[in-house]
C-alpha cells in the first residue's frame, strides 16, 4: 500500500505521515529530506547554488541513506549524520533553488520511487512531499491533500522555533515565500485528481492521524487487512 500526503509548508504533513504510519505499521519516507540533503552538501562544498549543472551533479554523487523507520529518523549524507543540520535555517532559506532545479527532482525522484518500491515487500509506505500523488507515485492507493490556512502554518511553524530566534519576516519567507518558489515546479497548492482533502487548521495532529488511518483502512482492497 502507498499512502501519499501533499501539501503546502506547515500543514501538518511530516507529523501527520509520520503518525499514520506508526499506527498502521507502515515504513515512512520523508521527500523533502532528499532535496534537504542535497542542499546541506552543496553548501558544504562551497557550491554555486545557481549553477545548475555542478548542483545536479551533486545529486547525482551523493551517497544518501534516508531512514524509513517512523520512529527512528535518520539522514546519511556522504557518510555524515545530517538529522539535525537539514533543519537548519540556513538550509530552509535556500533548500528551494535546490528543489526547482529539474535535473536534481529527476535524480531524487529516481532515488524515492527505488525506497518505495522496497517498501512494498513490508507492507507498504507512507510518503510525504509536494508532488508525490501527482508525480512520484501516481498509482498510490490513498492520496491526501494536507491543508492549513496560512495563519495556523505559521504559528505551527513559529511555536517550533525559538522564541525570539526567528523575525515575522523570516516567518513567513518559510512559509509562504518557500511555497510560492515551490510551487513552480510542483502542483500541490490544489489537490490533485483522486486525492482526498483533509484541512488540518481546527483538528489536533491526533485527530488528523486518526482521518487518514481511517481513509487508508477503508481503501485496502478486500482480503487484505492493514
Ligand atoms: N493538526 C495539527 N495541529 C497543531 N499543530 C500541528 C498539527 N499538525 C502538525 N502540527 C505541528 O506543526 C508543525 C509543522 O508540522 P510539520 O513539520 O509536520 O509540517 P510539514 O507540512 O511537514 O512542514 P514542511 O513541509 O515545512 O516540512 C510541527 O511543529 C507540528 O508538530
Ligand atoms: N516531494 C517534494 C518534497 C519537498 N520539496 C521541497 C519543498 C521544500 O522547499 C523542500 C524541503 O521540504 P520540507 O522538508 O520543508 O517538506 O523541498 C519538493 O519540491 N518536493
Same mark, same amino acid.
Given at each position: 500500500?502507498?499512502?501519499?500526503?501533499?501539501?503546502?509548508?506547515?500543514?501538518?504533513?511530516?507529523? #501527520?505521515?509520520?503518525?499514520?504510519?506508526?499506527?498502521?505499521?507502515?515504513?515512512?519516507?520523508? #521527500?523533502?529530506?532528499?532535496?534537504?540533503?542535497?542542499?546541506?552538501?552543496? %553548501?558544504?562544498?562551497?557550491?554555486?547554488?545557481?549553477?545548475?549543472?555542478?548542483?545536479?551533479?551533486?545529486?547525482? /554523487?551523493? +551517497?544518501? +541513506?534516508?531512514?524509513?523507520?517512523?520512529?527512528?529518523?535518520?539522514?546519511?549524507?556522504?557518510?555524515?549524520?545530517?538529522?539535525?543540520?537539514?533543519?537548519?535555517?540556513?538550509?530552509?532559506?535556500?533548500?528551494?533553488?535546490?528543489? #526547482?532545479?529539474?535535473?536534481?527532482?529527476?535524480?531524487?525522484?529516481?532515488?524515492?520511487?527505488? %525506497?518505495?518500491?522496497?517498501?512494498?515487500?513490508?507492507?507498504?509506505?507512507?510518503?510525504?512531499?509536494?508532488?508525490?500523488?501527482?508525480?512520484?507515485?501516481?498509482?498510490? +492507493?490513498?492520496?491526501?491533500?494536507?491543508?492549513?490556512?496560512?495563519?495556523?502554518?505559521?504559528?505551527?511553524?513559529?511555536?517550533?522555533? /525559538?522564541?525570539?530566534?526567528?523575525?515575522? +519576516?523570516?516567518?513567513?519567507?518559510?512559509?509562504?515565500?518557500?511555497?510560492?518558489?515551490?510551487?513552480?515546479?510542483?502542483?500541490?497548492?490544489?489537490?490533485?485528481?483522486?486525492? %482526498?482533502?483533509?484541512?488540518?487548521?481546527?483538528?489536533?495532529?491526533?485527530?488528523?492521524?486518526?482521518?487518514?488511518?481511517?481513509?487508508?483502512? /477503508?481503501?485496502?482492497?478486500?482480503?487484505?487487512?492493514?
Amino acid at each position: 500500500m502507498i499512502i501519499a500526503v501533499d501539501g503546502p509548508s506547515g500543514s501538518g504533513k511530516s507529523s #501527520t505521515a509520520r503518525g499514520v504510519a506508526t499506527r498502521l505499521g507502515l515504513r515512512y519516507l520523508d #521527500t523533502g529530506a532528499t532535496y534537504r540533503a542535497v542542499t546541506w552538501s552543496a %553548501v558544504d562544498r562551497g557550491l554555486d547554488l545557481d549553477d545548475t549543472a555542478a548542483v545536479a551533479q551533486r545529486a547525482r /554523487e551523493l +551517497e544518501l +541513506e534516508v531512514s524509513t523507520d517512523p520512529s527512528n529518523q535518520f539522514v546519511i549524507a556522504d557518510g555524515t549524520d545530517v538529522t539535525a543540520a537539514i533543519r537548519e535555517p540556513r538550509i530552509s532559506e535556500v533548500v528551494s533553488k535546490i528543489a #526547482t532545479n529539474l535535473d536534481v527532482r529527476k535524480e531524487l525522484i529516481r532515488r524515492q520511487r527505488a %525506497v518505495i518500491d522496497a517498501a512494498q515487500s513490508s507492507g507498504g509506505i507512507v510518503v510525504e512531499g509536494r508532488d508525490i500523488a501527482t508525480v512520484v507515485a501516481t498509482d498510490a +492507493e490513498l492520496k491526501v491533500h494536507l491543508t492549513a490556512d496560512q495563519d495556523a502554518r505559521m504559528s505551527r511553524r513559529a511555536a517550533e522555533l /525559538e522564541s525570539g530566534s526567528v523575525t515575522a +519576516e523570516q516567518l513567513r519567507d518559510q512559509i509562504v515565500r518557500r511555497d510560492a518558489d515551490d510551487a513552480t515546479v510542483s502542483q500541490f497548492l490544489v489537490a490533485s485528481d483522486g486525492a %482526498v482533502t483533509v484541512d488540518s487548521t481546527h483538528l489536533t495532529l491526533e485527530e488528523v492521524v486518526d482521518v487518514i488511518s481511517r481513509l487508508a483502512k /477503508e481503501t485496502v482492497p478486500r482480503g487484505r487487512e492493514l
